[in-house]
């Protein structure tokens, strides 16, 4: 929920996805919640506010007793071709986990699967993977090309 072509062509907003997960959460479903950060935003420095400020508003309360997974979802990065370095997805990945751990306590921050997506590819998939706060990835356009995408969790284990 919350990808960003749905907030950017649907007009999802923050409490749309927080309703959304909080449904999939009540009908025994582990929702995918994704935040991200357009280009104009990266650059000027916004990325974190972007990204606190739709995690805050976008996870439900029940999280903290329900399995969810957060997608960090670079929109520069979305269909592009360009992706994230390593780095840049781990300085992420690692703000978003100490906001988890805001928002809820550590032990929880610790145990919710934070995955990167954004032009996932098998040549990034391993080095994506490799960073200490990248629990996983939410490969897109990959994934519709079987040699591709296998290559992806191959490169991945």
Known sequence: VGHSERRT???????????????AI???LKPIICVGETEAQRDAA???SVVSAQLAASIPDAAEQHEVVVAYEPVWAIGTGKTATSAQAQ???????????EIFDEDTA??????????VK???ARELMSQTDVDGALVGGASLDVR????IILNSI
């Not at 649907?10 to 959304?20: Q, S």
């Not at 610790?110 to 954004?118: E, K, L, P, S, T």
């Not at 591709?148 to 290559?151: A, P, Q």
């Open 148 to 151: 591709n995408f296998s290559e």
């Open 91 to 101: 300085e992420v990945h690692a703000f978003i986990r100490n906001l988890l751990g």
């Open 9 to 23: 062509n649907h007009g999802e907003t923050d409490d749309v996805v927080r309703n959304k997960a909080e449904a």
């Open 122 to 124: 098998p040549g990034n």
């Open 110 to 119: 610790r145990h919710v699967r934070i995955q990167y997506g954004g032009s």
């Open 46 to 48: 916004e990325a974190e």
């Open 26 to 28: 009540g009908s025994g």
